[in-house]
């Protein structure tokens, strides 16, 4: 993703690594923009943010394997991806 600003679809790919603040400057800036003049990405971001709090809260002595990480979000990805296709 560039400094451009982005799409639905790039928004919400990307969430998690926002999130994570796994992201370039530019790539967070494109996202936050898109979630501030977006309201359905937004209110989906406001859930992944919950999500990852609740996480935190219940789970915050144990770290889980990366690779438990990576299949996580790769089912996720997944589940995304089959719902909007049912849209």
């Known amino acids: 993703m560039s400094e451009r600003a982005c799409s639905c679809n790039e928004a919400l790919a990307s969430v998690y690594d ?13 996202i936050a923009g898109h ?10 971001f406001r859930m992944e943010q919950m999500v990852k709090a609740l996480v935190q809260r ?14 996580i979000v790769a089912q996720i990805s997944e ?4 719902y909007r296709r049912d849209l």
Do not use: F, K
């Open 35 to 44: 979630l501030q003049s977006c309201s359905p990405c937004a209110e989906q």
């Open 79 to 82: 589940v995304r991806i089959t």
């Open 18 to 30: 926002y999130l994570d603040a796994e992201l370039n400057a530019g790539e967070a800036q494109a």
């Open 58 to 71: 219940t789970c915050c002595e144990e770290r889980a394997p990366e690779t438990l990480r990576v299949r």
